[in-house]
C-alpha cells in the first residue's frame, strides 16, 4: 500500500510561483512512476505532469510545459511540481498519484485510469 500527502497549496496572484509536495509512504518507490493531476469545478480530472521514478524520465501536458517542473527527492521520498507563471487557468485542485508501472510509453501516464494511488488533494487558486 503506498501513501501519499499534498501540500503546498494556497492563493497566489496572476505570474505568483508555487511548489506542491507530495509526500510518499509504504514502498520504494523505485517501482513506480508518478503524476500530478489537476481537477477544476465542473472539469474532468486532467493531467498535469508526470516522472519516472527509477530513470527520471518527466512529461508534462502542453498546457503546463514551460512553466511547470516536475521533480522527486529519493532521500525524503517525495516528488515535487514547482509551478511558476501561474495563470487562473491553473486554478484547480492539484492530485499526486502513483502508478505502479514504471515501464510504459509516456502517452500511458497522462490517463488517471494507470494510476493506482492517490493523495487528497490541494487547492490552487489563482487570482487575476
Known amino acids: 500500500q503506498v501513501q501519499l500527502v499534498e501540500s503546498g497549496g494556497g492563493l497566489v496572484q496572476t505570474g505568483d510561483s508555487l511548489r506542491l509536495s507530495c509526500a510518499v509512504s509504504g514502498r520504494t518507490l523505485s517501482d513506480y512512476a508518478m503524476g500530478w493531476f489537476r481537477q477544476a469545478p465542473g472539469k474532468e480530472r486532467e493531467f498535469v505532469a508526470a516522472?519516472?521514478?527509477?530513470?527520471?524520465?518527466?512529461y508534462y501536458a502542453d498546457s503546463v510545459k514551460g512553466r511547470f517542473t516536475i521533480s522527486r527527492d529519493n532521500a525524503k521520498n517525495a516528488v515535487y511540481l514547482q509551478m511558476n507563471s501561474l495563470k487562473p487557468e491553473d486554478t484547480a485542485v492539484y492530485y499526486c498519484?502513483?502508478?505502479?508501472?514504471?515501464?510504459?510509453?509516456?502517452?500511458?501516464?497522462?490517463?488517471?485510469?494507470?494510476?493506482?494511488?492517490w493523495g487528497q488533494g490541494t487547492q490552487v487558486t489563482v487570482s487575476s
Open positions: 516522472i519516472k521514478w527509477s530513470v527520471g524520465s518527466t
Open positions: 498519484a502513483a502508478s505502479a508501472r514504471p515501464y510504459y510509453s509516456s502517452s500511458y501516464y497522462t490517463s488517471p485510469r494507470n494510476y493506482n494511488y
